[in-house]
């Protein structure tokens, strides 16, 4: 069973920063599209950022020019960089990757098991 195991959420006052990680808990055979949700309370799961395999980036409008997401291919990571944190970015952050855990198996849908943000003074 992979898991994506998510690392560096918390609590921060608003405009300061955070980086979130995230990474596959074994070895696979590949990840496509790796990218970033949330989920705040009383809302629906959004996404935030996503990034393919080549590099490609998406973000949501809110996020723009404030949040990076990157990705080290060779330690099958996902990263972003949260700066200028407001405190309706508060809620839990989820992982997402489609990934195929061995050759001879289909890209499938991965989410980690979420770290909570907290942007509050």
């Known amino acids: 069973q992979v898991q994506l195991v998510e690392s560096g959420g918390g609590l921060v006052q608003p405009g300061g920063s955070l980086r979130l990680s995230c990474a596959a808990s074994r070895i696979i055979y590949s990840i496509n599209a790796m990218g970033w949700y949330r989920q705040a309370p009383g809302k629906q799961r959004e996404l935030v950022a996503i990034i393919t395999s080549g590099g490609t980036t998406t973000y949501a409008d809110d996020g723009k020019g404030r949040f990076t997401i990157s990705r080290d291919n060779a330690k099958n990571t996902v990263y972003l960089q949260m700066n200028s944190l407001k405190p309706e970015d508060t809620a839990v952050y989820y992982c997402?990757?489609?990934?195929?855990?061995?050759?001879?198996?289909?890209?499938?849908?991965?989410w980690g098991q979420g770290t909570q943000v907290t942007v509050s003074s």
């Open positions: 997402y990757g489609t990934i195929r855990v061995r050759s001879n198996t289909y890209y499938e849908p991965h």
